[in-house]
């Protein structure tokens, strides 16, 4: 094993899962779920921390578009918020969703087995977030918020047109907080002094 160089676990398309260590096997069970309901996860193993293969990692989230990052450490301060940060700076054009970071909470680990298990990241935590990820919205009983492939595209729509009306401003009248009031000809809208 060469330090410093991880290794391409499994391949895929839909999204990257960067991990290492024993978290490499929930990436695991959870992409063979995954792979069932047509989603290709990539498992990118990063064998070592430090020095991190950089390379692999953003040639991996470029190909994907999408990034989960799981780990065992608390989610403060562990190597997913750096691996978090050198994607953001490097291969931010390429991303087309958020970065995912899966760790444990920030609480010191609990000695009780079924409360450890609680703590630390399993494969359904990895399942729910690769779900909501790639937008698939699927729920043991079908799919969240509607129902039919129908459900799946209002929400796209939806999506799409609150980032629109935010990018031009509203032409509503907006309540107290705000000052600023986008006015069209005939509108009953009038500016706060």
Partial sequence: MEIGKA???????????????SMVWVAQEAAETLEREGVSAEIIDLR?????????????????????????????????????ARIAERAFDSLDAPIVRIAAPDT??????????????NAGKVLEKARWLVRLLITPGGAAGGSGPGAAVRFLFDLFTLSATRRRGSSRCFGRKFRRVHRKPGSNCTPRK
Avoid: W
């Fill in 48 to 84: 070592t921390v430090l020095p991190i293969d950089e390379e692999t990692v953003l040639s991996s989230v470029r190909k994907t578009s999408r990034a989960i990052l799981l780990h065992e450490d608390t989610l403060t301060g562990g190597v997913g918020a750096e691996l978090a």
């Fill in 7 to 21: 290794r391409v676990f499994r391949e895929g398309t839909d999204l990257s899962i960067i991990t290492y260590g």
């Fill in 108 to 121: 010191p680990v609990p000695f009780s087995t079924p409360l450890e298990e609680a703590f630390l990241p």
